[in-house]
């Protein structure tokens, strides 16, 4: 079993960028992006964040989760930020906490490679510093 993915909050036929665990310790991933050959690239960037960082993720996500439920069983429509009118608000200031953690430890990202486990954890093979 690999490190714990907690959340992934964009795909493209695999996590591209989320919040999991590196040997223990939560960080933001997110996969480098190929602008020639218009792909993401097999090199993810990690940030480390703090424990409150995670947890304002994990917020953004449930409310993104309930937003996704509604759009699905059509009482609401796709269009806008991934939350319910009423959370709107809550979402976009957990989005500007959540940039300001990640830019404030951007000198503390790595470069690695992920290798994504049958089980739903994930296996980094760290490159470098970022």
């Not at 996969?31 to 218009?38: G, K, L, R, S």
């Not at 990690?46 to 304002?56: E, I, R, Y």
């Amino acid at each position: 079993m690999g490190d714990r993915i907690f959340t992934a909050d964009l795909f493209d036929d695999r996590p591209v960028e989320g919040f999991a665990s590196l040997a223990g310790d939560p960080h933001h991933f997110k996969c480098e992006y190929d602008y020639i050959e218009d792909e993401y690239t097999e090199i993810y960037r990690l940030t480390p964040v703090s424990a409150a960082t995670l947890g304002l993720a994990r917020e953004r996500q449930q409310i993104s989760l309930r937003w996704n439920a509604a759009v699905r069983a059509g009482e609401i429509s796709s269009q806008g930020p991934p939350a319910l009118p009423q959370e709107r608000a809550r979402y976009e200031a957990l989005e500007a906490a959540i940039a300001r953690a990640l830019d404030a430890a951007r000198d503390r990202a790595w470069r690695a490679c992920a290798r994504f486990l049958p089980d739903g954890s994930v296996e980094w093979s760290k490159l470098d510093a970022g």
